[in-house]
């Protein structure tokens, strides 16, 4: 599958690990991904995040996963549908980390098993948007997966990342309209250009 990646694709990824590196994290998520994507410039994914506006909100998205995390990961949709049944997660939150300190429910404590390795593993989640890009460029008959590619497959994955990210104005149609100018996601099939 890696061959298929484009140059700005590979370095989203080394970006990625990079990402999870200056944050201490003992793996690379999705997080790490996009936060890698917003850094990448030319090709279409840098246009869409620009048009967006995704560049100048970085570190409200930041503050967003901040809160993502500390929250045990759980999107906005999944407090407010816990909220309906009466269940105040932010009253949980802070109940949790007066006993075990702040950022105790911080989903990306884990253990730091590439320490032993000398790298940092790529979290499922992470692993499943990489996967999807692939899916993503079959979709759109593309032989080749491009940063475009991966930020689609962001936006598709449901989880904290995508929340985010449309909580920001960036859906997945959103996404598709300033990539390509439609939200179909197969328009424009049989484009095989390397990007």
Known sequence: MFERF?????????GAVAQAERAGAGSVTEEHLLLALLEQEGGRAAFAVTALGLHDRRSALEA??????????????DTEALA???IDVGEIVSRVEETHGEGALDAGRGGRRWWWSGHRPFTPGAKT???NSLRAALGRGDRFIGEEHLLLALTAKPGSVADVLAEHGATRTAVLRALYGSDDGAAGQGHAQAG
């Open 6 to 14: 484009t140059r700005g694709a590979r370095a989203t990824v080394k």
């Open 64 to 77: 967003s996963f901040a809160e993502a995390r500390r929250r045990g990961g759980l999107t906005r949709a």
């Open 84 to 86: 309906g049944l009466g």
């Open 129 to 131: 948007v990489l996967e």
